[in-house]
Nanobody, 116 residues
């Protein structure tokens, strides 16, 4: 249902933009988010945006990452700047709806590697 793209190799201090689009017809989304999982670590929430437009960021990415969305296209973006080696991870997008008909969809993951 969700197709993520935009990952790749970038040097420290560089930027990347991730995109995640929902395919098919789905009811309106309540929460869109980006998670990441680094090797040997648990998956963590990086950023989220709710239906009202309010955003939330993990402390580790505040001021460097920006989450945005295109409601009509059912697409969520993650603009990442000033990337650090510790941002290296597989990034997963998530879209969930909490009221019936509820759902919780995950993208396939896109690898971001920050290295010189």
């Amino acid at each position: 249902q969700l197709q993520a793209s935009g990952g790749g190799l970038v040097q420290p201090g560089g930027s990347l933009r991730l995109s995640c689009a929902a395919s098919g017809s789905i009811p309106s989304v309540d929460i869109m988010g980006w998670y990441r999982q680094a090797p040997g670590k648990q998956r963590e929430l990086v950023a989220s945006i709710i239906s009202s437009g309010v955003t939330m960021y993990a402390d580790s990415v505040k001021g460097r990452f920006t989450i945005s969305r295109d409601i009509a296209k059912k697409t969520v973006y993650l603009q990442m700047s000033s990337l650090k080696s510790e941002d290296t991870a597989v990034y997963y997008c998530n879209m969930k709806r909490t009221i019936i008909p509820s759902y919780n969809y995950w993208g396939q993951g896109t690898l971001v590697t920050v290295s010189s």
